[in-house]
């Protein structure tokens, strides 16, 4: 895996535990800027394992954003990725990823409505809503960070054999 990806990953990734850190001493009043801010870190990380991914594979260094990108990417090599499909089932079962990305596209559901002031009230009063899959709670938040390291690790050392 390309060594710059590797150390965007790190990166994001700290700058998730960082924003996670502040979520947990927060007031009440910035405690959604800090969870917004560790959501935007774990997408950022985890578009740059996918980038780290594909970049293994021999694909030149492109930013990939989503799993779907990647593996088209990997297609186009005439290749199949073990780890792309672990992903895929990752983000298609009840996992602590699948739970992650789809609070990510809230928040950007969210932000995008900022620009229809009566749509984004709605959005709004509806994102309240707790359900139990959600990552509204720091443990789940420590769950999800401590999961995406565990990945992210497995990966390297999984192309570390090869």
Same mark, same amino acid.
């Given at each position: 895996?390309?060594?710059?990806?590797?150390?965007?990953?790190?990166?994001?990734?700290?700058?998730?535990?960082?924003q996670?850190?502040?979520?947990?001493s927060?007031?009440?009043?910035?405690?959604?800027?800090?969870?917004?801010?560790? =959501?935007?870190?774990?997408?950022?990380?985890?578009?740059? %394992? *996918? !980038? +780290? &991914?594909?970049?293994?594979?021999?694909? $030149?260094?492109?930013?990939?954003?989503?799993?779907?990108?990647?593996?088209?990417?990997?297609?186009?090599k005439?290749?199949?990725s073990?780890?792309?499909?672990?992903?895929?089932? =990752?983000?298609n079962?009840?996992?602590?990823l699948?739970? %992650? *990305? !789809? +609070? &990510?596209?809230k928040?950007?559901?969210? $932000?995008?409505?900022?620009?229809?002031?009566?749509?984004?009230?709605?959005?709004?009063?509806?994102?309240?809503?707790?359900?139990?899959?959600?990552?509204?709670?720091?443990?789940q938040?420590?769950?999800?960070?401590?999961?995406?390291?565990? %990945?992210?690790?497995?990966?390297?050392?999984?192309?570390l054999?090869?």
């Amino acid at each position: 895996m390309s060594s710059s990806w590797q150390s965007i990953t790190n990166k994001k990734l700290h700058n998730a535990r960082l924003q996670l850190d502040a979520w947990e001493s927060a007031e009440s009043m910035a405690y959604q800027g800090f969870r917004e801010g560790f =959501l935007f870190q774990c997408k950022l990380a985890y578009q740059s %394992l *996918l !980038s +780290e &991914i594909v970049n293994s594979y021999g694909i $030149s260094d492109t930013a990939v954003r989503n799993l779907h990108e990647a593996g088209e990417l990997i297609k186009s090599k005439d290749t199949v990725s073990s780890e792309l499909e672990q992903l895929q089932q =990752l983000e298609n079962t009840d996992s602590w990823l699948s739970t %992650l *990305l !789809s +609070e &990510i596209g809230k928040l950007e559901a969210l $932000s995008l409505s900022e620009f229809q002031p009566i749509q984004y009230q709605a959005s709004l009063l509806a994102s309240d809503a707790v359900t139990s899959d959600d990552i509204k709670s720091i443990e789940q938040a420590q769950h999800s960070l401590k999961a995406m390291k565990e %990945l992210v690790t497995h990966f390297r050392n999984f192309n570390l054999e090869w």
